[in-house]
């Protein structure tokens, strides 16, 4: 007989993939942010309102390619497969995009610089 094998949860190493994704997001944010605040600073607009724009663009930017369907390319692997497009990428990407718009947001209504 064979004896049931241990079965593994469906969260089993969600915690690594969380935490990769939060830094990623934390890291765009600031990097975004920076660049947003360096092209404000020397143009000599707002800095709050040119870091928002920033956070705007990349993150509608990065919510679109996160969306359209990928016909067979995966961003992330680079590979081409003979699979046909059967909706959005299915891949979080498009979620940073919604965090940076939020940032975006937030720049925009609160200016805190």
């Known amino acids: 007989m064979n004896e049931p094998s241990a079965t593994q949860s469906r969260w089993a190493g969600m915690g690594e993939v969380l935490r990769r994704m939060l830094l990623g997001a934390i890291g765009a944010a600031v990097g975004v942010g920076l660049l ?15 870091m928002a724009a920033a956070y705007y ?3 509608c930017i990065l919510f679109l390619l996160g ?3 990928a016909g067979g390319f995966s961003m992330f692997r680079g590979t081409l497969t003979r699979r046909k497009p059967t909706g959005s990428r299915q891949e979080p990407i ?14 925009d209504v609160t200016g805190p610089f």
């Open 57 to 59: 663009i990349v993150g």
């Open 94 to 107: 498009f979620l940073l995009g919604i965090v940076l718009i939020g940032l975006g947001v937030l720049a």
């Open 36 to 50: 947003g605040a360096v092209i404000g600073w020397t143009s000599g607009r707002s800095v709050s309102t040119t």
């Open 67 to 69: 969306m359209f369907p």
